[in-house]
Nanobody
Framework: QVQLVESGGGLVQAGGSLRLSCATS????????RGWFRQAPGKEREFVAA????????YYADSVKDRFTISRDNDKNTVYLQMNSLKPEDAAVYYC???????????????????WGQGTQVTVSS
């Protein structure tokens, strides 16, 4: 059974940091491009960041650029999202995802992601 499991969410004050992890099991995602998305109550799921299968290229939503960093460790089959300078508007459930192929995964096209995790809650207090 293929699983993506997020962890590292929690409650943090505005200006603080969190590091999310997404571990995978059931298969290797070494050749998959990976992404992070988030969904706040009453809003659509939105793209946060993506990283190519090799880790050589990263992409970010404008709202998180220069504050968040996506990275991956293919030996550990894990993807990370380092979140700094958190703002109340960053509060959401964060999801990791894996895309086998496609031409628009890096733009956050949810339809190109084949596997999704269950999400981890991030709460930012002001």
């Amino acid at each position: 059974q293929v699983q993506l499991v997020e962890s590292g969410g929690g409650l943090v004050q505005a200006g603080g940091s969190l590091r999310l992890s997404c571990a995978t099991s059931g298969r290797t995602f070494r050749s998959y491009n990976r992404g992070w998305f988030r969904q706040a109550p009453g809003k659509e799921r939105e793209f946060v960041a993506a990283i190519s299968w090799s880790g050589s290229t990263t992409y970010y939503a404008d709202s998180v650029k220069d504050r968040f960093t996506i990275s991956r460790d293919n030996d550990k089959n894990t993807v990370y999202l380092q979140m700094n300078s958190l703002k109340p508007e960053d509060a959401a459930v964060y999801y990791c995802a894996a895309a086998a192929a496609g031409s628009s995964w890096y733009r956050g096209d949810r339809g190109e992601y084949d596997y999704w995790g269950q999400g981890t809650q991030v709460t930012v207090s002001s």
